[in-house]
């Protein structure tokens, strides 16, 4: 996937341009830096649905809540009746 190479920089995209020396240790590092930008956008979106789904539980749980308040209170004035 490599779009540009000359003696003194590397890019994997065609905007971005990387500084290296002369080695293959570099361009290890290149790889692996784009594979933690790309688990970092994964965990992102991970953190998003995450953060989603607990405020969905979260309003189920006070849904639920209200729903048997009202029903204690229709018992409660039951009970007097």
């Known amino acids: 996937m490599l ?3 000359d003696s ?3 890019s994997f995209q065609p ?3 990387y500084n290296l020396q ?4 570099q361009t290890l590092l290149l790889v692996c830096c784009r594979e933690r930008q790309n688990q970092a956008k994964i965990n992102r979106r991970l953190d998003k649905k995450t ?3 607990t405020l969905m539980i979260e309003d189920e749980r ?3 809540e209200q729903h ?3 029903v204690s209170a229709l018992l409660h004035i039951a009970a007097f009746c």
């Not at 002369?22 to 240790?25: D, E, I, L, Q, T």
Request: with cysteine.
């Open 3 to 5: 779009l540009f190479f």
């Open 8 to 10: 003194q920089c590397i």
């Open 15 to 17: 905007e971005i341009r």
């Open 22 to 25: 002369v080695g293959c240790n």
């Open 51 to 53: 953060k989603e789904y």
């Open 62 to 64: 006070r849904t639920a």
């Open 68 to 70: 048997k308040d009202q």
